[in-house]
């Protein structure tokens, strides 16, 4: 296991299993996030994360009690949705832990969301049928989220006419 950055006056330390977790747009990813009481006393722990929206992230509980010494791996899923607002690419991230016994923040870690990238077009000719010597336009969507190139051909189902 690989520690991420580790900060704060808390008892209550947090580790990650790596520093960067690949999602596709509309799919999950679960980062494990390992907490792990240090202190003398029994704690309960929320965490939360800053960076994305809040509606993306789930866990499987709110607060997380933590006996004296007790380890415990809690599953964050990060769910994106499938937007062209949703940017291919690195998010960074920060996981928090706040803590009842300490009363705020004692613990983060930093990792990114790496948002993988789709492809998605729609295309549309104006008006539907186009007469000899008329113009027509035709009109293309990228509802991606990455740049990309489109080439436009025109051809008849028969392929009797020239463009």
Known sequence: MTDTQL?????????????EFPVSPGGTTTIPVLLHNRGAGEDVATLSVEGVPAGWVSTPTAF?????????????????????ENKAGGYPIRIVVNSQARGGRVAEAACT??????????SELHPQRV?????????????????????????????DLAF
């Open 64 to 84: 997380i009690a933590l006996a004296p010494g007790q380890r415990q791996e809690v599953p964050m899923s990060i769910q994106p949705e499938r937007s062209v």
């Open 131 to 159: 007469t000899a010597g008329q113009p027509g336009r035709v009109t293309v969507e990228n509802q991606g989220n990455v740049q990309d190139i489109f080439t436009v051909s025109l051809r008849t189902e028969s392929d």
């Open 7 to 19: 900060a704060g006056p808390g008892q209550i330390e947090i580790h990650l299993s790596a520093n």
């Open 113 to 122: 969301l790496a948002m993988g990238a789709y492809i998605e077009f729609s």
